[in-house]
């Protein structure tokens, strides 16, 4: 007769049975499900709020380039599908590239209004512009007055 050990009685088998795991992939499932389409809609908000933020930043910070007359020059800020673009001179195409500061943005979000924005030397007056910034199913708008000032 073989003697076994007494504390074996005790010892239990150990891991998951197939519909323990089957439940738990589905409960999983489930979840992921419901959570994905919501966190999905507060990305493309946050994006829009990027975009309306970071033309509104660009926006003063080339007005205040021009009203502290940095390289005595006019001032503005060049909006393309890739990039937002400070830049010195009278137009876009007439600037001196050297002084370009490239700013990356979005092609999700488009922006509809002037593609180029320019602050005049000393008093930061410029022509009324309205942008409409939007992802398709929101829409922001930042409009600028001709004394330059900046609303959304």
Same mark, same amino acid.
């Given at each position: 007769?073989? #003697?076994?050990?007494?504390?074996?009685?005790?010892?239990?088998?150990?891991?998951?049975? =197939?519909?323990?795991? =089957?439940?738990?992939? @589905?409960? /999983?499932?489930?979840?992921?499900?419901?959570?994905?389409?919501?966190?999905?809609?507060?990305?493309?908000?946050?994006?829009? $709020?990027? &975009?309306?933020?970071?033309? %509104? %930043? =660009? =926006?003063?910070?080339?007005?205040?380039?021009?009203? !502290? +007359?940095?390289?005595?020059?006019?001032?503005?800020?060049? $909006?393309?599908?890739? +990039? *937002? !673009?400070?830049?010195? @001179?009278?137009?876009?195409?007439?600037?001196?590239?050297?002084?370009?500061?490239? *700013?990356?943005?979005? #092609?999700?979000?488009?922006?509809?209004?002037?593609?180029?924005?320019?602050? /005049?030397?000393?008093?930061?007056? %410029?022509?009324?512009?309205?942008? +409409?910034?939007? +992802?398709?199913?929101?829409?922001? %708008?930042?409009?600028?007055?001709? &004394?330059?000032?900046?609303?959304?």
């Amino acid at each position: 007769m073989r #003697s076994q050990n007494p504390l074996a009685i005790f010892v239990k088998q150990a891991g998951f049975t =197939l519909l323990e795991m =089957l439940l738990v992939m @589905g409960i /999983a499932a489930i979840i992921f499900a419901i959570g994905l389409p919501i966190s999905w809609n507060f990305y493309l908000d946050y994006q829009l $709020i990027y &975009e309306q933020r970071a033309l %509104t %930043t =660009l =926006l003063g910070h080339a007005r205040n380039l021009a009203m !502290v +007359n940095v390289n005595e020059k006019v001032h503005g800020v060049y $909006i393309d599908s890739d +990039n *937002f !673009v400070v830049f010195d @001179g009278d137009s876009y195409a007439a600037r001196e590239a050297v002084y370009d500061k490239t *700013f990356p943005r979005s #092609s999700a979000i488009t922006i509809t209004g002037p593609s180029e924005q320019v602050f /005049a030397q000393l008093s930061g007056q %410029t022509s009324s512009s309205t942008y +409409n910034i939007s +992802n398709g199913r929101k829409t922001f %708008t930042t409009y600028v007055n001709s &004394e330059g000032r900046i609303e959304w």
